[in-house]
């Protein structure tokens, strides 16, 4: 079954609001990675975090890696009409391989 | 920047055809990857290869094999295609196999339907 778990499935925001998107394993990371896929597109990667307790910031993107390396978090602030898509995370369970969550999809409503 | 071209956009196959999806990355990566999408299931590995001539199975390769006879070049076969088997097929690639995994580049995808 999945081992990465990705919560919401959906996520609709007025322009503005916050969002925030989770990821959950069952299992150990040795790193999480994030992507974003705009509507029609494919994923684009977005950062990877390594470190037990590591929190990234990109603009209006903070990525926060859990104490425990088993959960993951994307936070939008202000969401604009441009931030809406799919957003994945990824997490290395076995050597080399890349497991991703089932993703969330993001629409921002004007 | 890394290109990573897969051959077609959209493709239409009836049941039990041999169906070959090809991609090429153009940035000497070590990496290719199989990947498929479907809504509500997010991206499933199928099958990978960290070299030449060699494949490991991902999580779901059962009605599917690959082949990578150059480093650039990697391929999906379906050796006889399932209605089950409509999909969205991506390819990435990346630098090199690492303790950490290396960030993929993906292809545009070939979005699969099987009649």
């Known amino acids: 079954g999945q081992q990465v778990m990705q919560i919401p499935q959906y996520q609709h925001v007025q322009e503005g609001e916050d969002f925030t998107t989770y990821c959950n394993s069952s299992?150990?990371?040795?790193?999480i990675q994030w992507y974003k896929q705009r509507p029609g597109g494919h994923p684009v990667f977005l950062i990877q975090l390594v470190k037990s307790g590591e929190v990234k910031k990109q603009k209006r993107l903070t990525f926060q890696f859990g104490e425990a390396k088993k959960n993951s978090s994307l936070h939008i602030t202000a969401t604009q009409t441009t931030d809406v898509g799919t957003y994945f995370c990824?997490?290395?369970?076995?050597?080399?391989?890349?497991?991703f969550g089932q993703g969330t999809i993001l629409t921002v409503h004007p | 920047d890394v290109k990573v071209t897969q051959s077609s956009r959209y493709l239409v196959k009836r049941t039990g055809e041999k169906v070959f999806l090809e991609c090429v990355q153009d940035?000497?990566?070590?990496?290719m990857f199989w990947y498929r999408q479907d809504p509500g299931l997010g991206l499933r590995l199928i099958y990978f290869?960290?070299?030449?001539?060699?494949?490991e199975k991902g999580d779901i390769p059962e009605g599917y094999s690959v082949s990578r006879e150059k480093k650039e070049r990697f391929s999906l076969i379906l050796e006889s295609a399932s209605t089950n088997q409509t999909s969205m097929y991506l390819c990435?690639?990346?630098?090199?196999?690492?303790?950490?995994?290396?960030?993929?580049?993906f292809g545009s995808g070939t979005q699969l339907s099987v009649l």
């Open positions: 290869s960290y070299d030449v001539k060699m494949k």
């Open positions: 940035m000497d990566h070590e990496n």
């Open positions: 299992t150990t990371l040795s790193n």
């Open positions: 990435a690639s990346s630098l090199s196999r690492g303790p950490f995994a290396e960030k993929l580049f």
């Open positions: 990824a997490g290395m369970i076995s050597y080399g391989k890349l497991t």
